[in-house]
């Protein structure tokens, strides 16, 4: 997750690419906006020549802009219509833009030429299934390409278009062919099970369900599917423990709290997959999914996209891309995303809440918080939306209205579930360090600490290095914090604002060597960060570096430091740093021997300005995340 602020708010399938491979240019890169049938009208004005128009989407592409890629690759088509790799180019960035019936008029075209082009053949084929049309799709599906990725999609898109002739025996021999790595055994399994619920072998449907299950039931579809199979074969009891077992490797999903409310008031659960259709989406979107958790963007936004065309109302598949926009720094269009998600849906109320992150980290401070005080009024027991909204005051500086909020918050949760929602207790110390009241942030920040389980490694680290650099800030506890801080770095021995606080504990004992070392290993993980390249120049300026100190500060003020920051590295430039006071004594520190002259120490910040303690996480970071690598809801 990326942070933003100052230092005290910011320290806390390669397979599936195969598929896209032979039909995207290794130069192009894309991300996704907001689904869009066409786009005859361009907000982007085109370039007067067709190299112009090339260059522009070149370059947007490799900004992730598909928008403008989309839009100038259209005109640079027209400039130059027999180009074959143009129109390559061009239909990749329609397709992964939404802009769906461009996409697919360029599949056609590309469809003729030489050489199949297996994306535009999938692409095809996905149109025709949707119109009903099985049999030509399975033979676009059949010209989508070889390698595993391929064989994968195009098998389990053959077999939902046999279950969309109602061929339920058809159907499931095809997906049966699928061999291979483990996951695809679980791939087959769960759609085999899908395609014979679809087809009214309930038998079979159930056999293989709970084989996919059994397999995996950390996957929230597969969990998913299985308990609505069961619960509408009336065994309600296997349901609600599925769903509750869920809970306990990813607390509080709202897809997974609205069945189990359901399921405990007597209500029924609609299917997973009532068509052919929503079969073949489900495919896509599957695919997508593990395509965006590794990192593939491309890739996943295509199939995303594809799924969504197939089945509009798949709101996981929604929020998954927006999801991967979110990731992508596409805010915007991330929210066009999460917006279109509709209010019917458990969903709805996560994507709310992250449309306000989502404005806060666009610049949108007060459109945020409006926006989040409109959700809370709608919803004013619910935590995750006090909380949200906690976050957007403490990102805009507003500290006391941020406490306040998050001890609403947390009086709502009550003792029970405090170890769930550890971090209202460190956001809430982390509000109250900055707003000057350090007795209440200090019993926030160990009770939070008292709260994080064992198994969230780099959260115990976030909350250790900010509880002891403020400890080392306000020259307490130094042993303690020295403990606390070399364990936050063999928890996190990768995150370079960690490091960094140990080098500025050394710092303040004195110890310039050893503050040099560890500030140099921090700037080595974390160049781009201007506090780090601050604490290094300083480092440099007590150890008689002071040409390196001087670049160092230089560097930091270059690099958009906080305007308080700023005005001290400014005046470090003009007058470099004042003589150093006598240094503390600890067992860290030891006094030095009468006949040595003992190192000094720095002199404690200025009461009224001081060095900001680092630790607390961005804004976006959800509710009750067990660290900065949790995921919304989405599958």
Known sequence: MIMNGNAARRRTLSALTLLLASSVPTSLSAAAAQPRESSPISEYEPAESLEGNFLSAYIAGAAKDTSAAASFYR???????RNAELLERAFVSLLA????????????????????????????????????????????????GKGAAADLTSTLLTAWSYAGA?????????????????????FRDYHAGLIANLVGDKAEAERRLKAAYDADHNTLRIVDGYA??????????????????????????????????????????SQL?????????????????????????????????LALYLNPDHGVARLTLADTLDRMKQADRANEAYGQIPASSPLKLNADIQIGLNLEQMGKGEEALQHLDAVQKDHPDNVDVISALGNVQRSRKKFADAAETYSRAIKLIGPAQEAGYWTLFYFRGTAYERAGEWPKAEADLKKALDLISPTQPNARAQV??????????????????FKMLKQAVDLSPRDGMIIDSLGWAYFRLGRWDDAVRELEKAVELKPGDPTINDHLGDGYWRTGRRL???????????????????????????DGLPDPDKPAVTA?????????????????????????????????????????????PGG
């Open 75 to 81: 005109e640079a088509v027209k400039g130059d219509p």
């Open 97 to 144: 833009d939404g802009a769906m019936t461009d996409a697919f008029r360029a599949a056609e075209r590309l469809s003729t030429r030489e050489g199949a082009n297996g994306l535009a053949q999938l692409s095809l084929g996905v149109r025709q299934l949707k119109a009903g049309q099985y049999s030509a799709a399975r033979q676009s599906f059949g010209r989508s």
């Open 166 to 186: 109602n061929d339920g025996k058809r159907a499931l021999d095809t997906v049966n062919k699928l061999r291979g790595e483990r996951y695809f055994n679980v």
């Open 228 to 269: 609505r199979f069961e619960a509408a074969a009336g065994k309600t009891d296997v349901a609600i423990q599925a769903y509750t077992d869920f809970d306990k490797v990813l607390p509080r999903h709202p897809i997974v709290t609205d069945a189990l409310d359901k399921l405990k008031a007597g209500k029924p659960l």
């Open 273 to 305: 997959i009532n068509s052919a259709q929503e079969g073949a989406s489900e495919v896509l979107y599957g695919l997508g999914s593990a395509g965006s958790t590794q990192g593939d963007e491309l890739p996943a936004v295509v199939y995303l996209r």
């Open 464 to 481: 250790l290095n900010y509880l002891a650099y403020s400890w080392v800030d306000r020259n307490m506890n130094i042993d303690e914090s």
């Open 548 to 574: 390196e100190g001087k670049f160092q500060w230089q560097h930091a003020k270059d690099l958009n430091p906080e305007p308080d920051d700023l005005a001290k590295i400014n005046a470090k430039l003009k």
């Open 588 to 632: 860290q520190n030891p006094p030095a021997p009468a006949e040595q002259t003992p190192a000094p120490v720095a002199a404690p910040h200025n009461a009224e300005n001081p060095e900001l303690p680092k630790g607390a996480p961005a804004p976006s970071e959800p509710p009750g995340a067990a660290d900065k690598t949790d995921k919304k």
